[in-house]
C-alpha cells in the first residue's frame, strides 16, 4: 500500500531575483521630452498665455505643432510641478550630458 503521506513543495510565494529597489524606481515618462528640449536649448517660459517653449539664448519660440506641444508641456508639469521644474531638470540634464 502507498504511503499516504506526500512530499509539499514550496509553498511559498514566488520570490522574484530582482532586488526591491528596481521596484521603487519610477521611471519617468517624460525623459524623451527633456532630451528634445535639452537638444534644442529649449526652456519653457510662462506667458499671459499658455506656456511657451522657447530658445534660452534668443527667446525665440519653436514652431511645434499646438496638440503636441500642449501634450508635452501637461506631462512635463504632471512630472516636474512647475515651470521652474521643468527648466531646472533641463539645466542638470545638459550638466550631465556635457
Same mark, same amino acid.
Given at each position: 500500500?502507498?504511503d499516504?503521506?506526500?512530499?509539499?513543495?514550496?509553498?511559498?510565494?514566488?520570490?522574484?531575483?530582482?532586488g526591491?529597489?528596481?521596484?521603487? $524606481?519610477? !521611471?519617468?515618462?517624460?525623459? @524623451?521630452y527633456?532630451?528634445?528640449?535639452?537638444?534644442?536649448?529649449? &526652456?519653457?517660459?510662462?506667458t +499671459?498665455?499658455?506656456?511657451?517653449?522657447v530658445?534660452?539664448?534668443?527667446?525665440? $519660440?519653436? !514652431?511645434l505643432?499646438q496638440? @503636441?506641444?500642449?501634450?508635452?508641456?501637461?506631462?512635463?508639469?504632471? &512630472?516636474?510641478?512647475?515651470v +521652474?521644474?521643468?527648466?531646472?531638470?533641463?539645466?542638470?540634464?545638459?550638466?550631465?550630458?556635457?
Amino acid at each position: 500500500m502507498e504511503d499516504s503521506t506526500r512530499a509539499n513543495g514550496i509553498t511559498d510565494r514566488f520570490i522574484p531575483r530582482r532586488g526591491f529597489a528596481r521596484w521603487k $524606481e519610477k !521611471p519617468l515618462r517624460t525623459t @524623451g521630452y527633456v532630451e528634445f528640449l535639452a537638444h534644442y536649448d529649449a &526652456e519653457l517660459r510662462k506667458t +499671459d498665455g499658455p506656456v511657451a517653449v522657447v530658445r534660452r539664448k534668443t527667446g525665440a $519660440e519653436l !514652431p511645434l505643432d499646438q496638440k @503636441g506641444k500642449l501634450l508635452m508641456v501637461r506631462l512635463l508639469l504632471d &512630472e516636474f510641478g512647475t515651470v +521652474d521644474g521643468v527648466n531646472k531638470a533641463i539645466g542638470d540634464y545638459l550638466n550631465m550630458h556635457s
